[in-house]
């Protein structure tokens, strides 16, 4: 038996089906002490969840936006210490879900019971670790994630295989992470009949979990083809990207509206 | 046999395959086919077969006299410079080029430090007839330009890593980003063994044919079946896993596994990962590297450029930690001088890789009758600059 988790990601699922819009931001980039106002910013544009990455030197399935917002944040100390410091404050100004996503080393140097434990301490829901192989979740650490009420999401490729994808259902307990093609972040959407069958067959299979597509959501038209087959997207590369503008923090309901609706 | 693998992937906590999801599938097909496809007939044939007509195998194992003489024991040099490109790296290359072409893949990338993986890759393409891409540390392009020169003219594409340190770790980061993007119709060859498994695994069985070649060659050469010491050096550990894989079950021979100690192990410039490093996640496995505090990797350092990675093989991390091989590490200015010392001695300049595995027979007391095999993992002549450059010829 799967253990029933009721936190923020399973409320916001179950009164929202459609549409939803999550965003990425690597913690520290571009200032070490914005994460917060960031993460404010975006719930007040309309966003339904957020993902706050922590910076790590090597992150091999992330393209050079990523890769360099990292380095500027780990370059102006970003660590999991100094994040867990800065979300202490998370839950006085932010209500929507807040998922963290980095790479299996940080978390597991920090030691993935604290880790665990701290997250939910400052009100995380989820967590996002594209290394973290299912063979090693379900041995070491399915039990501390389930006891801190914490998510563990995975992601979904379209070479994975109906199997691992049924596997992966049934491990999970908020939401599937569908890419929409297998390929590093930062790389726009390519349209074609091979990735709406890929959505149309996950849709078909009629899963537990919802769906939110994520990779390559960069503009409008990627959002709402992504979102007519999943339950929401992701964006990611493009947000980061944002952030290197100036006045960001002001922008932010103008970049989400860009993405949310069609530009006129 | 004791120290393999398991089942997991594993040696002993050690290994496994840390890959996001975008991998798993070419990672899973070779996890399942490489077994049936190497044991294969037709494979084995091919192998060995390409093996002594176009690498030049079995290579010597030499003794050297000159050097022997010096140290006080019977040293053999098992000579992988020899090999067809100079240096061990083809091994593996041919090896895993047979099992990319029976996977049907159409395209080969590999990352390369020194260049000598790169230049076996792009030599087992061009004899393939497959397409090529290459990636290397843009530092190391600039210390390694005629290996570069080498893969250029073999038909390879070389692309620069321009990323972190610019070195080895950044081109396998690159690597694997190339991976997660091709993941039909590309295999990559990993050099080392590194990664997720099988990778080391693999690795270390198209390179053990040098510890197979060596037991026999001793026999020959002493009528003893088994040396006292055997010596490799290690970045990713690739040429020591195969000098020792025969060796491993064979408890009394002592194995001792030479790491670049670069200017020193406390400056801050240095790649004695066994040292310096802790229990982490790297490149797809969890094995023993150079780390920050909060698990970010740290830059190493060499004057080689095929020693100067952050980790060390999961395998070697295992042996490591049951001390079933010494770690130990050597300076720059050590191998430098090792370098030079084997030149004069005995006519034969070895890469700065190898060079750190000699100049440890400084810090050996020996038996007289004690025999010794260092692996002479490849040739100097990539490493020419670098020699002249500090002994000013």
Request: hydrophobic share 40%; with cysteine; proline share 4%.
């Given at each position: ?194 990735v709406e069958s890929y959505f149309q067959r996950i849709k078909d299979m009629q899963l537990k979990n919802p769906t939110v597509i994520g990779f390559g959501i960069a503009d409008h038209a990627a959002y709402q083809k992504a979102t007519a087959y999943a339950n929401g997207a992701i964006v990611g590369s493009a947000f980061v990207k944002f952030l290197a503008t100036e006045n960001y923090l002001e922008k932010i309901p103008e970049f989400v509206k860009s993405i949310k609706s069609p530009v006129v | 046999m004791k120290y393999t693998v398991n089942e997991q992937g594993y040696y002993g906590d050690f290994g496994g395959a840390y890959i996001p ?244 192990i406390d400056t801050g410039h240095s790649a004695a990962t066994s040292v310096l490093g802790r229990e982490g996640i790297l490149h797809g496995s969890r094995t023993i590297l150079m780390q920050t505090e909060d698990g970010q990797v740290v830059e190493p350092y060499s004057i080689s450029a095929g020693l100067d990675y952050p980790g060390i093989g999961p395998q070697h991390a295992h042996l490591h930690k049951v001390q079933r091989a010494q770690y130990v590490s050597i300076t720059d200015d050590e191998a430098l001088d090792a370098g030079l010392l084997l030149s004069q001695l005995e006519g034969i300049i070895p890469a700065i890789e190898s ?39």
């Open positions: 038996m799967e253990t029933v988790l009721a936190n923020r990601l399973n409320h916001m699922f179950d009164v929202k089906k459609n549409n939803l819009l999550s965003v990425y931001f690597t913690a520290g980039y571009p200032e070490l002490n914005t994460t917060l106002d960031i993460a404010e910013g975006l719930e007040k544009a309309g966003v339904d969840f957020l993902e706050i990455g922590f910076p790590y030197s090597d992150p091999v399935a992330d393209g050079p936006t990523i890769q360099h917002s990292s380095q500027q944040a780990l370059d102006k100390g970003m660590n999991l210490n100094v994040l867990f410091e800065q979300l202490k404050d998370l839950r006085q100004r932010v209500n929507i879900p807040v998922l963290l996503m980095g790479y299996a080393n940080p978390m597991v140097q920090y030691g993935v019971e604290r880790f665990c434990a701290k997250a939910a301490e400052v009100g995380v829901d989820g967590v996002i670790v594209p290394d973290l192989p299912m063979y090693e979740y379900e041995q070491l650490y399915k039990n501390i994630f389930a006891k801190h009420n914490l998510s563990n999401i995975f992601l979904v490729t379209p070479q994975t295989a109906e199997s691992r994808i049924r596997k992966i259902d049934e491990l999970s307990n908020s939401f599937i992470y569908l890419l929409s093609s297998a390929s590093i972040t930062g790389r726009s959407l390519q349209v074609s009949d091979t | 999801e975008m991998l798993y599938p070419n990672i899973e097909e070779l996890r399942q086919q490489y077994q049936a496809i190497t044991n294969d007939t037709s494979f084995r044939s091919e192998f060995e077969s390409l093996l002594k007509d176009y690498v030049g195998r079995p290579s010597p194992l030499y003794l050297a006299k000159r050097l022997s003489e010096k140290y006080g024991a019977n040293i053999f040099l098992k000579r992988e410079d020899l090999n067809h490109t100079g240096s061990h790296k083809i091994n593996n290359a041919i090896g895993q080029i047979l099992l990319a072409e029976r996977l049907g893949k159409k395209r080969i990338i590999a990352e390369t430090g020194a260049g000598q993986h790169g230049v076996a890759t792009a030599t087992v393409c061009a004899l393939k007839g497959i397409e090529c891409v290459v990636y290397m540390g843009e530092v190391d392009m600039e210390r390694q330009a005629p290996n570069v020169a080498r893969m250029k003219m073999l038909g390879a594409k070389v692309i620069p890593a321009t990323s972190g340190s610019k070195t080895l770790k950044d081109a396998t980061n690159e690597a694997m980003r190339d991976w997660i993007n091709n993941p039909l119709d590309t295999h990559y060859i990993i050099g080392s063994v590194v990664g997720p498994y099988p990778y080391p695994e693999m690795v270390a069985r198209f390179q053990s044919i040098i510890s197979l070649e060596a037991k026999k060659q001793l026999l020959e050469h002493t009528g003893k079946f088994l040396p006292e010491y055997v010596l490799a050096c290690v970045g990713g550990g690739s040429n020591a896993m195969g000098m020792f894989y025969h060796f491993l079950d064979d408890e009394s021979v002592k194995l001792i596994a030479v790491e670049a100690a670069g200017k020193g060079a750190h595995a000699f100049a440890y027979l400084e810090k050996m007391q020996f038996q007289k009758e004690d025999n010794v095999i260092i692996c002479l993992s490849g040739r100097g002549d990539k490493d020419l600059n670098t020699y002249i450059k500090h002994f000013g010829f």
